[in-house]
């Protein structure tokens, strides 16, 4: 079967692909997104099985992720966002609870006495956290960037605060570890989350699973605009010749006369044919661990942990069938050391960790377990001009797309708004 459409063409419907819909209809285009899923979100999608619609993996942003709120607000999702008001992030050490946070609304105010009222750590090591943030924001690109644990130890930052503060921070949201990335990176993390909005950090988060807060209304914004979206449909390959772009399925040849790649950095780069030995790809992986326990467990929304292979976990109470149970996600950050394991190991050992550290009464009971393993849950390169200047009327949009941020919602958005702004 032959399609002839004139739309732009919009390969997976991620975070990537919403947003470049949405800025090209602004734009007054109509566009026409091919999705190889039954659902949209891609990495920040979800996955339905026996339990429901479960999220890929547990995401929380912050309010100064002002292109991914952009398409929250377009869609009128924001009732459907949790937003705490103030800093509070619980962080659980040897059984013991502290908090990173802060009832200042103003800037910087909130930040200082959230570092100052943070226990897990000396009072002398917290000064010298603040001394860190402090040079941060001035760290310059002019020098030859480091390792951040080396620069962190460079500016008198103890193991502790690394392990308790820095670690807590700064791990998640690269999903690498400290000395994996360098300062540079590091100061653009901090000057997008906290420097340049110049306000107290809030941290947000949605408690329905990606793919159903964004399923519906974005479909209808589709189709308000006469624009469309064709689910269940795996591209194998597009081939662009001096006329026409021709975009093959199994089943299905479509034609196009501009397209926008939405999809991860690998597919990207299979669909086009761009060969994998010219372009080097650094994959980074996440494990979300999810516990379903007859009893509360936790009061809090999310915790953090230091000193503990735990990381973050976030809670959800459930009620089916008139029975209540609390789902806890374990989110494990560059994880590829764990790929390897069994899930029957996994399970055991981290149910038994999660008892230890938040004293799990004995008779709460585990009734079921799932494992979702994201190999490529971040993915990155420094050869994207060898990408983007692929050929004439294919575009490319991704996190990986975006120098100045680690891979996030934010950066998906942004790269999206960027291309739009640029090439069309």
């Known amino acids: 079967m032959i399609n002839n459409n004139e739309k732009i063409t919009i390969i997976g419907c991620g ?4 947003s470049s819909a949405i800025n090209l209809i602004e734009k007054g285009y109509e566009v026409r997104i091919i999705e190889q899923k039954k659902t949209i979100g891609g990495r920040a999608g979800s996955i339905t099985n026996k339990y429901g619609n479960i999220d890929i993996g547990q995401h929380i942003f912050l309010d100064s992720y002002r292109n991914f709120f952009n398409l929250i607000s377009k869609l009128d999702l924001e009732k459907y966002i949790t937003k705490n008001k103030n800093l509070r992030i619980p962080v659980v050490d040897n059984n013991r609870k502290y908090y990173i946070k802060s009832n200042f ?3 910087p105010f909130s930040i200082i006495f959230a570092v100052l009222g943070y226990k897990n750590i000396r009072l002398f090591e917290r000064l010298k956290v603040l001394y860190g943030l402090i040079k941060i924001r001035f760290i310059s690109k002019k020098n030859n960037p480091i390792p951040f644990l080396s620069w962190l130890k460079q500016n008198h930052q103890s193991d502790s605060s690394i392990m308790k503060f820095w670690d807590i921070i700064c791990k998640p949201a690269f999903n690498l570890k400290l000395e994996n990335f360098s300062n540079h990176q590091a100061h653009d993390l901090f000057k997008y989350m906290i420097f340049e909005p110049k306000k107290n950090i809030s941290i947000c988060y949605s408690k329905k699973p990606f793919s159903d807060l964004f399923m519906k209304p974005f479909k209808k914004f589709l189709e308000d605009n006469n ?3 064709i689910f269940s449909e795996k591209i194998q390959k597009i081939i662009n010749n001096s006329q026409e772009i021709k975009i093959m399925s199994e089943n299905n040849l479509y034609y196009a006369e501009k397209v926008i790649i939405a999809t991860d950095l690998e597919n990207s780069l299979k669909l086009v044919n761009l060969s994998k030995n010219k372009i080097v790809i650094q994959n980074s992986s996440i494990i979300n661990i999810i516990f379903w326990f007859d009893k509360k467990i936790i009061e809090d929304d999310f915790i953090a942990f230091s000193n503990s292979e735990l990381q973050w976990i976030f809670s ?7 029975k209540f149970s609390q789902k806890i996600t374990i989110s494990l950050s560059d994880a590829d050391h764990l790929l390897e394991k069994k899930n029957s190991e996994l399970i055991k050992n981290f149910e038994n960790m999660i008892r230890k550290e938040l ?3 004995h ?11 994201s190999p490529k849950a971040t993915q990155r390169t420094n050869d994207r001009k060898n990408i983007t200047n692929y ?15 680690p891979n996030t919602m934010e950066g998906a958005s942004l790269s999206s708004k960027l291309l739009v702004e640029e090439k069309f």
């Open 105 to 107: 609304p103003t800037y």
């Open 359 to 361: 004293s799990v009464k």
């Open 391 to 405: 050929g004439k009327n294919i575009f490319f949009v991704g996190d990986w797309l975006v120098d100045d941020l």
């Open 363 to 373: 008779d709460t009971k585990l009734l079921r377990s799932l494992i979702i393993r």
């Open 227 to 229: 624009s469309e979206i």
């Open 316 to 322: 959800e109470n459930e009620k089916k069938a008139g």
């Open 15 to 18: 975070i990537s692909g919403i």
